[in-house]
């Protein structure tokens, strides 16, 4: 069990096993306080396990992984910083960036810059985080996320907090993304379209304990287009992941 | 908008000062009020004149007194807050005696200062210094012990050590509180200082005033509050101008844009 260069497995809360190909957007979905944020802490090496193996890239996890990259709902950006500053954070932690930082600052700062104006940030890159809207906060974070190319974007309810425009812009920026740079995208959501809209496999999660109770590939060609979301198959698939969840009326 | 902010900060203040001063004058003058109890304004800025070249030696020596009081306990505040809010053991630990610490009425320290180091500015800065540090350790430790765990999630999850936390998000972050506290250590500073002039020392405004009272030299007291108070506006103005100059991040409101 691992996740690996072709196809692999990671095994957290309870009974969870999921499999995660390269490149591979998965959405992982569920009823609130179904440990979804707790398998992803898991996974990131954030939280360690209390039982059972974990591994990603056929190595168990034991701490932090420098080949992940985090985004939470809030985007706690750090308020001191501006925004690039923010940006640059993770290369002044993870080697290595690090122990080059001093020579290459200006490189670094460039990439920074770089990344915000693919998001839709240019002329708010000097901007401190207040100064900034909430969707705008957001996309710098998720651009902290992946500063230091990562092989694994980890992503927490990071629109949940956002209003529906908003956050439909930020699922194309996120879409951009990923298909720019290939990342593996791990996103834990309660938002069905915003998964279905996502994610290549998209794995429902039960209430407590935490288990999937289905693993749905989502058929639709990519890129998809926001219009995706208005049509029958795309309403379908939503339906039935939302008769999974099973919530009572 | 420039014009408007000057009239606030600096006519506002001004206006108000010279309206106190000449209530005072009036109702000195009005009430026949005696030199020995209350000197009017005029009599108080007079002996201030008169009597300006000891005073202004003795304000001097209060004033580095204050200020190296104040930097020993910047420094041993800042490092002995940061120890205390590394961890939550050190916190429990050392806070109790602390609040001990503090409890003590500095007062009744500076017998024993004079005791160890004889008559002379020691005992002013030692006294400064004690007074002073205090909040500085309890801003700072409450900056370092109130992160929010979620901030500290961005870097633990990048493999960052507790060293690059505190470096990266803790101490930048009460550096709010640590600049605040500075304020409150300021004035904390001068009140040590000059408590220790009054009780035994061979110099200083303190010391001056104590002297002038003794030859019923009323207005020379005065004057050397006056002094006081417009030292204790500077060093206060310093402070908080620092303040704003490194922690504006904090202010946004009434200072961005």
């Given at each position: 069990m691992g996740y690996g260069r072709g196809a692999a497995a990671v095994r957290a809360v309870e009974d969870v096993s999921l499999s995660i190909a390269r490149g591979e957007f998965v959405a992982v979905v569920g009823p609130s306080g179904c440990g979804k944020s707790s398998l992803m802490k898991l996974v990131s090496g954030l939280h360690p396990p209390l039982s059972g193996k974990l591994t990603v890239e056929g190595q168990p996890v034991r701490g932090p992984l420098k080949s992940v990259g985090m985004a939470f709902q809030n985007s706690n950006l750090l308020p001191w910083r501006s925004a690039t500053d923010n940006v640059l954070l993770p290369l002044e932690i993870v080697e290595p960036y690090r122990s080059r930082m001093r020579a290459e600052r200006a490189a670094y700062r460039d990439k920074a810059v770089k990344l915000l104006e693919s998001v839709g940030l240019a002329g708010f890159t000097a901007k401190f985080p207040w100064e900034l809207s909430g969707g705008m906060q957001q996309r710098a974070s998720i651009c902290r996320a992946l500063i230091h190319e990562p092989d694994i974007l980890m992503l927490d309810e990071p629109f949940a907090a956002l209003d529906a425009f908003t956050r439909e812009e930020l699922w194309c920026a996120l879409r951009d993304l990923q298909a720019a740079r290939n990342v593996t995208v791990m996103l834990v959501t309660h938002d069905l379209r915003e998964a279905v809209f996502l994610a290549d496999t998209v794995y429902v999660m039960s209430s407590r304990p935490g288990r999937i109770v289905r693993r749905c590939e989502v058929p639709i060609a990519r890129p998809r287009d926001l219009e995706v979301t208005y049509t029958e198959p795309f309403q379908n698939i939503v339906h039935e992941l939302r008769g999974l969840i099973g919530a009572r009326h | 908008m420039?014009?408007?902010?000057?009239?606030?900060?600096?006519?506002?203040?001004?206006?108000?000062?010279?309206?106190?001063?000449?209530?005072?004058?009036?109702?000195?003058?009005?009430?026949?009020?005696?030199?020995?109890?209350?000197?009017?304004?005029?009599?108080?800025?007079?002996?201030?004149?008169?009597?300006?070249?000891?005073?202004?030696?003795?304000?001097?020596?209060?004033?580095?007194?204050?200020?190296?009081?104040?930097?020993?306990?910047?420094?041993?505040?800042?490092?002995?807050?940061?120890?205390?809010?590394?961890?939550?053991?050190?916190?429990?630990?050392?806070?109790?005696?602390?609040?001990?610490?503090?409890?003590?009425?500095?007062?009744?320290?500076?017998?024993?200062?004079?005791?160890?180091?004889?008559?002379?500015?020691?005992?002013?800065?030692?006294?400064?210094?004690?007074?002073?540090?205090?909040?500085?350790?309890?801003?700072?430790?409450?900056?370092?012990?109130?992160?929010?765990?979620?901030?500290?999630?961005?870097?633990?999850?990048?493999?960052?050590?507790?060293?690059?936390?505190?470096?990266?998000?803790?101490?930048?972050?009460?550096?709010?509180?640590?600049?605040?506290?500075?304020?409150?250590?300021?004035?904390?500073?001068?009140?040590?200082?000059?408590?220790?002039?009054?009780?035994?020392?061979?110099?200083?405004?303190?010391?001056?005033?104590?002297?002038?009272?003794?030859?019923?030299?009323?207005?020379?007291?005065?004057?050397g509050l006056l002094v006081l108070a417009f030292l204790g506006i500077v060093l206060y103005g310093l402070t908080a101008a620092i303040e704003q100059r490194f922690t504006g991040w904090a202010f946004r409101g009434r200072s961005a844009n």
């Amino acid at each position: 069990m691992g996740y690996g260069r072709g196809a692999a497995a990671v095994r957290a809360v309870e009974d969870v096993s999921l499999s995660i190909a390269r490149g591979e957007f998965v959405a992982v979905v569920g009823p609130s306080g179904c440990g979804k944020s707790s398998l992803m802490k898991l996974v990131s090496g954030l939280h360690p396990p209390l039982s059972g193996k974990l591994t990603v890239e056929g190595q168990p996890v034991r701490g932090p992984l420098k080949s992940v990259g985090m985004a939470f709902q809030n985007s706690n950006l750090l308020p001191w910083r501006s925004a690039t500053d923010n940006v640059l954070l993770p290369l002044e932690i993870v080697e290595p960036y690090r122990s080059r930082m001093r020579a290459e600052r200006a490189a670094y700062r460039d990439k920074a810059v770089k990344l915000l104006e693919s998001v839709g940030l240019a002329g708010f890159t000097a901007k401190f985080p207040w100064e900034l809207s909430g969707g705008m906060q957001q996309r710098a974070s998720i651009c902290r996320a992946l500063i230091h190319e990562p092989d694994i974007l980890m992503l927490d309810e990071p629109f949940a907090a956002l209003d529906a425009f908003t956050r439909e812009e930020l699922w194309c920026a996120l879409r951009d993304l990923q298909a720019a740079r290939n990342v593996t995208v791990m996103l834990v959501t309660h938002d069905l379209r915003e998964a279905v809209f996502l994610a290549d496999t998209v794995y429902v999660m039960s209430s407590r304990p935490g288990r999937i109770v289905r693993r749905c590939e989502v058929p639709i060609a990519r890129p998809r287009d926001l219009e995706v979301t208005y049509t029958e198959p795309f309403q379908n698939i939503v339906h039935e992941l939302r008769g999974l969840i099973g919530a009572r009326h | 908008m420039e014009r408007s902010v000057l009239a606030l900060r600096v006519l506002s203040p001004a206006a108000f000062t010279v309206t106190l001063f000449v209530l005072w004058e009036i109702a000195c003058r009005v009430l026949n009020v005696p030199l020995t109890i209350l000197p009017a304004p005029s009599a108080v800025f007079g002996a201030l004149w008169q009597y300006r070249a000891p005073i202004a030696s003795n304000s001097i020596v209060t004033l580095w007194t204050t200020l190296a009081g104040f930097l020993m306990a910047t420094v041993f505040g800042l490092l002995l807050g940061i120890l205390v809010g590394w961890h939550r053991a050190i916190y429990a630990g050392l806070y109790p005696v602390m609040i001990g610490f503090n409890s003590i009425p500095k007062v009744a320290v500076v017998p024993v200062l004079i005791l160890w180091f004889g008559l002379g500015e020691i005992p002013a800065i030692l006294t400064a210094f004690l007074i002073s540090f205090f909040p500085i350790v309890v801003n700072v430790a409450t900056g370092l012990a109130t992160v929010e765990p979620e901030m500290e999630d961005v870097l633990r999850a990048l493999g960052a050590s507790k060293l690059d936390i505190v470096r990266k998000i803790g101490i930048p972050r009460s550096l709010p509180y640590f600049f605040g506290s500075l304020k409150v250590a300021i004035t904390l500073a001068f009140v040590g200082a000059v408590v220790s002039e009054t009780v035994g020392s061979n110099k200083g405004i303190g010391k001056l005033m104590l002297d002038a009272q003794a030859s019923f030299q009323v207005p020379i007291v005065f004057a050397g509050l006056l002094v006081l108070a417009f030292l204790g506006i500077v060093l206060y103005g310093l402070t908080a101008a620092i303040e704003q100059r490194f922690t504006g991040w904090a202010f946004r409101g009434r200072s961005a844009n």
